[in-house]
């Protein structure tokens, strides 16, 4: 009787376990910060013209050791490979735009720097096959990815790498909100590329039988997203970085040593999908010109690595001792202001350099200043925005304060514990304390509101570096 | 004139050696120009002074409230209360504490120059913070040379030893307070240094006894030094003997206040050395009528907490971070160990009224272990986690 019981129970469980992953889970994330910085983009989309040069440039991928098959001189079309990535030869990175190779410009070492392109008023495109991705196979779909570029739009956690084509992962999880300052508006950008995202999307499912696609209570509003088939539609609630990918995977399924998940973006789902409808790799995206400095602030329909000048426009910045930024405040890139949208930004931020001395700063009451403690008065101002500029406000000290990153670290994993471990260069301690289940951008925050100024992006960055080319190393060795 | 001055201290420059004096002071005076060059290009407003100033701000008021007591304390005992003004009380406080701060400061600031110095090492701000800490421990008459020797071995030994601010395992403040409390105990306990009295004779039937003292041999009556009981609320206001800056629980709960609101200190630990001296207090009540011998275990747990230095070791000293528990059931497990120890070594050990000091010196040491234990219940969750999937 009472084993009777028993199985009834576990049935009860199971099957509401089922049920519950059908539905998707509802994760309420309470840790986080929102930094009311001045500068969203209004909802305007406008083109920008084509613009002069485009860039590729290895730095925007994890590790990235370059192969790079163009010469100064040489014609590209849209979907030419430019070069690969040794670590992961079966991927492409093509052009995204027709045009002459201006220069493949090396740095110290010769470190490639970046691959640049003069680009042809009309983009004419390298044809690919046409296909819904239903009628393709499994392998099909990769190899067509791998050689048109649009595999690198699919990366991988841990590492924060282009996805191993090889390596089958257990879930693909795609975040339909970005929740940094400033992000672009995650229906907006969607907006007229909807049977793309949903081919993109059938991709995905090809690719890996569960797909988690994310969204925000109430950031999220598109049917397209809300209404999604076949996968499983996870809800999130509160403040940044309820977006992140890597705190999403924490909370659904998180990744434990040996195990791999994919992920992608909407507007990458975009890409992908109108490679396979079109047969063409087109890059075109969606980019938020946002920050103080912009005078108009909208959003752009740009190409990948685009020239930021045909971005933002002219005249439309104030000031000139600016932070141009590819990406958002947290986690973009500082570029020059004609620098090269990067790899996977849809975002630029313009805001001002902070190089002026602040008398006093540490004792006036700060009615300007934005801070996660309180010991500013502008905590009682909640409505405020910001206008934040570059300034480091103190200088680096070694770790004293207590308790504070994990008001912003929406995970179950300590981070300063496991800052002190990659620190330290203790690679069991690391493991142990999770490092696979995180990437730079979660520790973005803790960046920002650490009292001692401690860098940890890079530490962070650094530290999953080391333990991916050991990875691949190791790799290499079981081949031979 | 900053900038005139620099190229003097930079790199080269005949005074290079002094770079970090110079830094300390140009950075003091400005919050330098320094801008973001990787990762997050925006930064909170918070820096390592303005948490320190916020503590600092914190004991303001125990500050100013100790100044009035040492002086109130002062013509209370040679009778004289009823014919000074509020400024002579004050005067006297001031003539008292102020040369405590300004040794503890001076002698503090210049072994943290010579460090910095000799090891080229940028100033640290955490001396900001012990140098006040450092005479609101100490009775008022305290010999300033004293206060001298134990801030150069607390800051040596406490701190510099370990490489400076954040890499210290006991509070530097404590650590003062514990050598003077060692090395020249006639001067920090007993009944005779609470009060100063400058040299005047007290009035009949004085008693320089401070409640803790008391309790061990009367339980909870006690009197203050002209006789007069005193209870809950005499040791709430804090008109009472003690060291400098620990007998209002009032004017520390305001600083509490401070350090809570700003979220500079911790209240996680502050509630929890509250809850641990409560409960353990609590608890040794009702032993009270199994010892008869021990009049201590009849005081009640609220009184325990308003006396002595509990309440200033709860939320000035206890919440140190760099000693404290790091993690959050760390620091729960850390505060409540110490308020329940404090008690334990109030009531069961006769030779020490206080154990504030102690109990948190042994918890500073006692932390990492907590934190450890903490840590490794979060990696089993993560290893079990695999091994659940596996099953």
């Not at chain 1, 994993?413 to 730079?440: R, S």
């Not at chain 2, 030094?225 to 004017?251: C, D, N, R, Y």
């Not at chain 2, 009224?353 to 990492?368: D, H, K, R, T």
Request: proline share 6%.
């Amino acid at each position: 009787m009472s084993n009777e019981l028993l199985k009834i129970i576990k049935f009860a469980t199971v099957s509401s376990t089922k049920y519950e992953n059908l539905m998707g889970k509802n994760i309420k994330i309470k840790k986080g910060l929102d930094i009311r910085l001045d500068g969203e983009a209004e909802k305007i989309l406008v083109n920008a013209e084509m613009p002069e040069t485009v860039a590729i440039r290895p730095e925007d991928f994890v590790a990235m050791k370059p192969k790079v098959l163009v010469n100064t001189g040489d014609e590209v079309k849209a979907g030419t490979p430019l070069m690969y990535d040794k670590n992961n030869p079966q991927v492409m990175i093509c052009a995204p735009v027709s045009g002459e190779i201006v220069e493949v410009k090396r740095g110290a070492k010769r470190v490639l720097e970046e691959i640049r392109i003069l680009a042809d008023k009309e983009i004419s495109y390298l044809p690919f096959h046409v296909g819904n991705p239903e009628n393709l196979t499994r392998e099909q779909l990769i190899d067509l990815l791998c050689k048109s570029g649009a595999w690198n739009f699919i990366r991988q956690r841990p590492y924060s790498a282009v996805a191993n084509p090889e390596k089958a992962p257990k879930a693909i999880f795609v975040s339909a909100f970005d929740s940094s300052p400033l992000a672009p508006d995650a229906d907006f950008v969607v907006q007229g590329n909807e049977k793309y995202f949903e081919a993109g999307l059938a991709a995905l499912k090809k690719l890996c039988p569960v797909v988690h696609l994310n969204v925000h209570k109430d950031r999220v509003k598109s049917p397209l997203f809300l209404q999604a088939k076949g996968v499983e539609i996870n809800t999130f609630s509160g403040p940044h970085p309820s977006g992140n990918i890597g705190v999403q995977i924490h909370h659904i399924d998180p990744i434990n040593k040996g195990e791999i998940v994919w992920y992608s973006t909407p507007q990458d789902l975009v890409i992908i999908g109108r490679l396979l409808l079109e047969g063409r790799y087109d890059t075109h995206r969606i980019v938020a010109v946002t920050g103080s400095q912009v005078k108009k602030r909208r959003y752009v329909r740009t190409i990948q690595g685009a020239n930021i000048k045909s971005i933002i426009g002219t005249d439309n910045v104030e000031g000139t001792d600016n932070r141009y930024i590819s990406g958002n405040v947290l986690t973009g890139t500082k570029i020059p202001a004609d620098g090269f949208l990067g790899f996977y930004d849809t975002q630029i931020t313009v805001i001002p350099e902070g190089h002026e001395p602040e008398f006093f700063g540490w004792l006036a009451p700060g009615f300007n200043k934005f801070s996660n403690s309180r010991t500013f008065f502008t905590w009682a101002m909640p409505g405020k925005r910001f206008k934040l500029n570059t300034n480091m406000h103190g200088e680096e000290r070694a770790f004293v304060v207590t308790g504070e990153y994990e008001k912003v670290f929406p995970m179950d994993i300590y981070p300063v514990q496991l800052l002190k471990a990659i620190i330290t260069n203790d690679i069991e301690a690391q493991e142990n304390l999770g490092i696979y289940e995180v990437a730079p951008e979660d520790f973005a925050l803790c960046e920002f509101v650490c009292t001692s100024k401690i860098n940890s992006q890079e530490i962070v960055r650094k530290g999953l570096e080391a333990l991916y080319l050991e990875e691949i190393e190791s790799q290499k060795e079981v081949h031979h | 004139m900053m900038e005139k001055l620099e190229p003097h201290f930079k790199e080269g420059g005949k005074l290079h050696k002094f770079w970090p004096v110079y830094d300390g002071f140009a950075t003091f005076l400005f919050v330098p120009g320094h801008t973001t060059q990787k990762g997050a290009h925006i930064r909170d407003g918070i820096d390592l002074k303005r948490t320190m100033i916020t503590v600092v701000l914190a004991m303001i008021p125990a500050l100013l409230f100790g100044i009035y007591n040492v002086g109130y304390q002062h013509f209370q005992a040679i009778g004289q209360l009823d014919s000074v003004s509020t400024g002579d009380i004050i005067t006297y406080g001031l003539m008292k504490v102020l040369p405590l701060i300004i040794v503890s400061y001076a002698v503090g600031l210049g072994v943290e120059f010579g460090f910095s110095i000799a090891k080229s090492h940028s100033i640290n701000e955490g001396f900001l913070v012990s140098g006040l800490l450092i005479p609101l421990t100490c009775p008022p008459d305290m010999p300033l040379w004293m206060v001298a020797i134990a801030t150069v071995f607390a800051v040596v030994i406490g701190k510099e030893v370990f490489g400076g601010t954040g890499m210290n395992v006991l509070n530097v403040a404590l650590t003062a307070r514990a050598f003077l409390f060692f090395a020249y105990p006639a001067y920090i306990s007993g009944d005779k240094v609470w009060i100063s009295l400058g040299g005047e004779n007290a009035v009949d039937g004085f008693t320089g006894a401070t409640a803790l003292a008391q309790f061990t041999s009367q339980g909870p009556n006690i009197t203050n030094p002209v006789g007069q009981p005193m209870g809950f609320m005499e040791g709430f206001i804090g008109l009472v003997p003690g060291s400098i800056g620990e007998t209002s629980t009032l004017a520390i709960l305001i600083g509490a206040l401070i350090l809570g609101l700003s979220g500079i200190g911790s209240l996680r630990i502050m509630v929890s050395v509250f809850a641990g001296g409560y409960i353990m207090a609590t608890l040794l009540n009702l032993l009270s009528s199994s010892f008869p011998d021990n009049p201590y275990l009849t005081v009640p747990a609220h009184l325990h907490l308003v006396f002595g230095g509990f309440a200033f070791g709860a939320v000035f000293m206890a919440t140190d971070p760099v000693t404290a528990a790091q993690t959050a059931i760390g620091k729960v497990i850390y505060g409540f160990l110490i308020g329940a120890f404090t008690i334990i070594i109030r009531v069961l050990n006769p030779a020490y009224p206080e154990g504030m000091m102690l109990s948190i010196l042994f918890m500073n040491v006692a932390a990492p272990l907590i934190d450890y234990y903490v840590v490794q219940a979060n990696i089993k969750r993560r290893l079990k986690r695999v091994t659940v999937k596996a099953a």
